[in-house]
């Protein structure tokens, strides 16, 4: 794999050349952005990595030319800039992903592999809406296996909207996509061309209008028949509802993992046999008590929780010093017999949402399962999470001696050995007393909770657990952010859209009040100061464009920025909100990326203003 690196600091680039070098990645270094530009065009890169400040063309405009020239690889930007609004705008100009310095050396290369592998997956695939097939490779556009005839620019735009269904595009941003920067024609020709390509669409048997004029802001691709990209959507009862989790990629690993039990529990079968027999050989024994402790931890975590009960019940037996007797042997059997048609049932799989946390944490798994361990590495990163996995006590050592991490999940029991998990939780809280540990362990009695207890560890998690209820153990024992990026108070008088707008922005490191019952406003807004508010403009009792005019009214709040949620688009409805003293609007369906974007945004310019008028006053009292 070829990688461009486009950095200035002489030292820097030479550890990532040495660093992605012996990870077997080819490496070209340009030392500023017109060379890195010049490169980019003239060699072929798997990935690129750029740093954002460098001499001649900074990072984020090398991103938009790229980008604007049609460059489809992979953009890594390295920057120390960590604020909310950096990222939005390093990501708006093109770039994939981002790592921020001083960055972790297998975290870096985790992102490298990541974009590399999403790469391979998206170079050729096809984008669609409905009957509608934009294929990247061949260069064609059909519909209804029908070719659509686009000029160039047609095609540029229709594939930005199809590669971008969640996003506004304004015509600035649009002419730096698709025209670039030497030869871009005025904003009114953006308006022409979308026009054109709507005509061409409709010509081409397309009944419904894909293209959404969305006013005072841009463009963007509207949702594909039977298809919703909203974030909150309505029954046909006109209630709202939070829209259904997609599950087919979760089920895919459930089904994997149901295949790979169907494996462990054929040895417990052989064990049976050999039970009912009486020729259990100490190896099988040994195999199959393996198998069976393994099963009882994981099996609960992929939607099996009847089959991790019985699979305990299995390694109880087997634990047994003494042959069974056959009354032991026939339970033994029906156990087996009872958990290969537990197996035959479908997984109950959970619809939760996994709540992200503000920021990554490294965690250190001490369990021989691997199953279960290869679920949680699944998940992790959803959850903020970055997992090192020790399938025993020795390499456990190895891996806290070499980077200490933020939290520990260990297993007390371990089959092959006879040292128990207890020894290393001693060792880690002797060595290490604020870093929590979470016991997670098929051992429930009173005295190994005391010992766990007295030895320091956070919390004792029974397996079998979900992922969901592991993940939330260990958040609950992380050290949070005392401090957030700003406060935003909404007001709603559905709790549903409270609860989807606030889990949109709790993970931006934004404290979110909530409030559903509007004449309670002014109360809530004296107590809790709030940075930034949104509001529903269509609430009973007191509504959102009331309520604009009582803040702006008001001198010590009138410069509040204020957000307004409305499904009515209209110019006329706009103005009226506009006129109340609203700054923004939000159209519903509400669409993630643009409430973060437009919230951060907002808050972002109101702080510049008041820096930029605190600075005025300073200037004018020395002045004086």
């Known amino acids: ?56 063309l900074d990072g984020i405009s090398l991103c938009r030319q790229l980008r604007s020239q049609g460059y489809r690889k ?15 705008a390093g990501l708006d100009a093109g770039a994939d992903d981002y790592v921020i310095k001083p960055f972790d050396p297998e975290a870096l290369l985790a992102r490298i592999r990541s974009l590399l592998r999403r790469n391979e997956a998206i170079s050729s695939s096809p984008l669609t809406w409905g009957n509608l097939y934009l294929d990247p490779s061949a260069g064609r556009v059909t519909f209804n296996e029908q070719e659509i005839s686009l000029t160039a620019t047609e095609y540029k735009l229709l594939e930005l909207f199809l590669q971008n269904p969640d996003r506004i595009f304004s015509r600035a941003v649009i002419l730096d996509r698709v025209w670039g920067f030497g030869d871009a024609p005025t904003e009114n020709a953006v308006t022409t061309h979308i026009k054109d390509l709507r005509k061409k669409l409709k010509t081409a048997g397309i009944a419904e209008e894909i293209l959404e004029t969305v006013y005072g802001m841009g463009y963007r691709i509207k949702p594909a028949p039977n298809r919703s990209i909203s974030v909150i959507e309505k029954n046909l009862d006109g209630k709202k509802k939070p829209v259904p989790k997609d599950m087919s990629s979760v089920n895919r690993v459930l089904e994997r993992f149901r295949n790979s039990f169907v494996g462990q529990v054929a040895i417990l079968d052989r064990a049976k046999t050999a039970l009912l027999a009486g020729n259990l050989n100490e190896e099988l024994h040994q195999q199959s ?10 099996m609960g975590s992929f939607g099996y929780p009847e089959g991790s009960r019985l699979a305990r019940k299995i390694e109880h037996l087997l634990l047994q010093d003494s042959s069974l007797s056959p009354a032991q042997i026939s339970d033994f059997s029906q156990l087996v017999t009872t958990l290969q048609q537990e197996l035959t049932k479908p997984a109950v799989t959970s619809t939760a949402q996994s709540v992200p946390m503000k920021q990554t944490y490294r965690l250190l798994v001490i369990d021989d399962d691997a199953t279960l361990t290869e679920k949680l590495q699944v998940e992790a990163e959803s959850w903020g999470i970055r997992m090192k996995v020790a399938p025993n006590l020795a390499t456990a050592r190895s891996l806290f001696s070499l980077k200490t991490p933020d939290a520990v999940l260990l297993d007390l029991s371990f089959p092959t050995t006879e040292e128990d998990g207890l020894i290393l939780l001693s060792e880690i809280v002797q060595r290490s007393p604020n870093i929590p540990v979470i016991v997670f362990t098929g051992r429930d009695t009173l005295a190994d909770r005391l010992a766990v207890s007295r030895l320091g560890a956070r919390q004792f998690l029974h397996k079998p657990a979900t992922t969901e209820e592991i993940f939330q153990a260990i958040a609950r024992v992380l050290p949070q952010p005392q401090t957030s990026e700003a406060k935003v108070l909404i007001v709603d008088d559905d709790p549903v859209m409270l609860a989807g707008l606030s889990a949109l922005l709790t993970p931006w490191g934004l404290e979110v009040i909530t409030l559903s019952q509007s004449q309670q406003f002014w109360k809530v807004l004296i107590a809790t100061s709030p940075d930034l508010v949104v509001l529903d403009l269509e609430m009973p009792i007191v509504t959102g464009l009331e309520l604009c005019q009582v803040v702006r009214q008001d001198a010590q709040w009138g410069d509040l920025p204020i957000l307004v949620v409305t499904a009515h688009t209209e110019a006329e409805f706009l103005q009226q909100a506009f006129a109340a003293g609203a700054d923004d609007f939000i159209s519903k369906p509400v669409l993630g990326p643009e409430l973060v974007t437009r919230v951060l945004s907002r808050i972002q310019r109101t702080r510049w203003r008041s820096q930029l008028g605190r600075s005025k006053m300073r200037s004018e009292i020395i002045s004086d």
């Open 74 to 88: 992979s953009i890594l930007l390295l920057t120390g800039k960590n604020s909310n609004a950096d990222i939005i």
């Open 289 to 298: 008590l393996r198998e069976a402790h393994k099963l009882a931890g994981s």
């Open 1 to 56: 794999m070829k990688i461009l690196l486009v950095e200035d600091d002489v030292l820097l680039s030479s550890a990532l050349f040495e660093l992605l070098s012996a990870n077997r990645y080819t490496i070209d270094i340009a030392s500023n952005g017109q060379a890195g530009l010049e490169l980019a065009i003239s060699a072929e890169y798997e990935l690129i990595l750029l740093d954002w400040l460098i001499p001649k």
